[in-house]
T-cell receptor, first 112, second 114 residues
Framework: KQEVTQIPAALSVPEGENLVLNCSFT??????LQWFRQDPGKGLTSLLL?????REQTSGRLNASLDKSSGRSTLYIAASQPGDSATYLC???????????FGKGTHLIIQP | ETGVTQTPRHLVMGMTNKKSLKCEQH?????MYWYKQSAKKPLELMFV???????ENNSVPSRFSPECPNSSHLFLHLHTLQPEDSALYLC?????????????FGSGTRLTVV
């Protein structure tokens, strides 16, 4: 059974800090990996998509890396802000219409 | 309208009721999905429709019945649900073969079974 593990499960830091959220997966044949943000009671907002042939993607203060050989991805958030408070989810797909396999997420709180 | 739209946003139903959740995508994608999100658990894939054909049913109880009349619309028909079915139900779409686009999710329907 494919598994996705996200560490830490929860994180609370003062604003301005740089953060690293970790994601590990057991499926070495992933097609792509996607990071999402989820606000309480809301749907998922896609942050970054990394294809299996890529090593990293960047969007603004966010940078996601992918190391397929070790089964790991990281999401780096620079200069965190209170508006970054949310749950961050990592998920991968095997290509085709097979859906995404999700981790349980990292609940992030940025203190003003 | 853009993206993936789900209605209703909230639904409270009794165990003997019949209701339906609706999802519509405006992205031109050819695959649609239903996910269930319960507290303390990862999102669970329920159903997959690829070009309107159901290609996956992850051992979901028959009290959940999906319908995909075309590649833009997806329904989840609910009947005789149990309290443990209370959860956030999320719809998603993707373009099969479109590795650069990933999956797009709707805002979800918060379902409470009483």
């Amino acid at each position: 059974k494919q598994e996705v593990t996200q560490i830490p499960a929860a994180l609370s830091v003062p604003e301005g800090e740089n953060l690293v959220l970790n994601c590990s997966f057991t499926d070495s044949a992933i097609y792509n990996l996607q990071w999402f943000r989820q606000d309480p009671g809301k749907g998922l907002t896609s942050l970054l998509l990394i294809q299996s042939s890529q090593r990293e993607q960047t969007s603004g203060r966010l940078n996601a890396s992918l190391d397929k050989s070790s089964g790991r991805s990281t999401l780096y958030i620079a200069a965190s802000q209170p508006g970054d408070s949310a749950t961050y989810l990592c998920a991968h797909s095997g290509g085709g219409a097979d859906g995404l396999t999700f981790g349980k997420g990292t609940h992030l709180i940025i203190q003003p | 309208e853009t993206g993936v739209t789900q209605t209703p946003r909230h639904l409270v139903m009794g165990m003997t009721n019949k209701k339906s959740l609706k999802c519509e995508q405006h992205l031109g994608h050819n695959a649609m999905y239903w996910y269930k999100q319960s507290a303390k658990k990862p999102l669970e894939l329920m159903f997959v429709y690829n070009f309107k054909e159901q290609t996956e049913n992850n051992s979901v109880p028959s009290r959940f019945s999906p319908e995909c009349p075309n590649s833009s619309h997806l329904f989840l028909h609910l009947h005789t649900l149990q309290p443990e079915d209370s959860a956030l139900y999320l719809c998603a779409s993707s373009q099969v073969g479109g590795a650069t686009y990933g999956y797009t999710f709707g805002s979800g329907t918060r379902l409470t079974v009483v």
